[in-house]
Nanobody, 118 residues
Framework: QVQLVESGGGLVQPGGSLRLSCAAS????????KAWYRQAPGKQRELVAR???????NYADSVKGRFTISRDNAKSTMFLQMNRLKAEDTAVYYC????????????WGQGTQVTVSS
């Protein structure tokens, strides 16, 4: 079994930065950390950033130029650097992955809360 654990969330003022981490543990041989999602209160979970099969990246329009996704494949760890944070970035952030780079991507972490407020 594989567990995904997010960390790095917290309270930050508008314009500030946070760096989220997602660490996979357990039977992680060939495990593929894929994407970051977020869910704000009363809203559906949405994709924030992801790795494509060729290791290129995609971002939600709302975070382009502010967020950067990265990964340490050797350690099955993924990061989300979030800069110039806005109140609308407030949400629970989840990491997502799967046992193969080809999917399915059906493993989720428990989430980490990010609150952007003055």
């Amino acid at each position: 079994q594989v567990q995904l654990v997010e960390s790095g969330g917290g309270l930050v003022q508008p314009g500030g930065s946070l760096r989220l981490s997602c660490a996979a543990s357990g039977s992680i041989l060939s495990f593929y950390v894929k994407a970051w999602y977020r869910q704000a209160p009363g809203k559906q979970r949405e994709l924030v950033a992801r790795f494509n099969r060729d290791d290129s990246t995609n971002y939600a329009d709302s975070v382009k130029g502010r967020f950067t996704i990265s990964r340490d494949n050797a350690k099955s760890t993924m990061f989300l650097q979030m800069n110039r944070l806005k109140a609308e970035d407030t949400a629970v952030y989840y990491c997502n992955g799967g046992r193969s780079r080809f999917g399915p991507f059906d493993y989720w972490g428990q989430g980490t809360q990010v609150t952007v407020s003055s």
